[in-house]
């Protein structure tokens, strides 16, 4: 794959795994969503709150640590699905908010092997 190939679907996948997740949960509940012009946006309002989560991944998958992305990945994907739904009763800062503290777990998995290897480096 190229690697402007593999920008556009890194690109792809970070915007639409939330709301092909929000849609996957209704369709799981039986129900199945209309896709007039209120759904269309409330999706594109829950497309970025994706971001988080799917930078911690890619970040995660860069740092040479592939399991711990599709672990990160498979945990705190469903979680942040139905945080977001919740959140979005209560508008859009919410939802955002809840997109962000759901990929910390993520974030601190990419940052402690770092901490580490440059606490080790200070004590030669």
Known sequence: MTPAARLAAGG????LWLPAGLAGQAVARGVVPAMDADALRSLAVAAPCGLPLALAVFALRRAGRRGAA?????LLAPA????V????LLGPAAMALGGILLSVPA???WALPRLAAGRAGRRR
Not at 85 to 88: P, Q, R, Y
């Open 107 to 109: 974030w601190i998995a």
């Open 85 to 88: 739904l919740a959140a979005g």
């Open 12 to 15: 792809a996948f970070a915007l």
């Open 70 to 74: 599709l672990v990160a990945f498979a």
């Open 80 to 83: 942040s699905v139905f945080a």
